[in-house]
């Protein structure tokens, strides 16, 4: 099947050493509320150094022999050690293409350098894409492609139980199924040697790293390795069974080591006793426990308390058998454990 492409190129930064600084992009699109074939695209840029300063717009190609200047539309902080660059722009197409789908694409020469999971990654082009079906969304209008409203920036802690909420996101109501994928160099490339982030360090094949398709709940079981990742995020939206778009982010995730500064493990301890446990259990904390959460494989919340103590009995002997991960809010952090049930 031959694709139309919609090719977005940008260089953001202008030299080759700014160029190595992004560490997560996507692009999203609304859709015109009168005109169903024209779309309001926004790429959002994060990168890792509040200082670099933003090029003051993008070369956008359409694909259909039309090419507009996208300017930089706002600049936003989200760390202290990260920054947002969103540009923003918009297109009309003429017609449906036979083929429904196009992309529209952005990419970069390189990606941040030392990825401990893309080989001599600085040298890799980064590139996303967003989906449209224009064969399903030319009967709508005011459509938003699905969305990920977590930060780009994603921070475990090596030896620790790490779950992330990516926070799906459809402002229409749509479903959307949420899963992984092998970062890409262009639309048919992937990055050239690629390693799944639960295949560093330690045993391979050892560890978990799986997103819920329906929560967007990522769980990695453990981090090992003290190191810069990246990792991409799909997100496809349906309506009444109808595929209209899909989304990818691009990620970088960063393993601080034990005995950091982020590390809040060394400010106070944690445990849950016994362990395997028939269902009922005690969690001690030196701090006070705020709220706790049980998660199952699957990435799903299917338990919550909220409490005021530094020790809290658990009965839930109705818990099937298997392996759980407890999420402890306490007033100085969270703290993710694992628990058997058997």
Known sequence: MKNIFIFLFAVIFSSSAYATHQR?????????STNSLKFFATVTITVKVLSISAQDSLVIKWGDGNADTIPLFDTLGVSTNETEFRYKGNHVYQNVPPDSIVYVSVQDLNRIADLVNVSNSVNEPWYVETALNLKQLQYTTGNSTA????????????????????QPNDTDGDSFYVELTTPLVSHYQTVGIYTNPNEIGGTVGSQIFSVNSSTGELIWDKPQT????????KISEYRNGKFLSSTLRDNNMIVQCVGSSNDLGKFYTTSISPNPTDGNFTITSSATIQQIEIINLLGEKIYSLRCNTSTQTMHLSSLSKGVYFISIKTAVGLAMKKVVVE
């Open 147 to 166: 969305r990920f409203l977590s930060n780009m920036v994603l921070n475990p802690i090596a030896n620790q139980i790490f779950i992330f909420d990516l």
């Open 226 to 233: 003290c190191a810069t990742y990246v990792a991409d995020f």
């Open 24 to 32: 997560g992009i996507d692009i999203t699109i609304v859709q015109d």
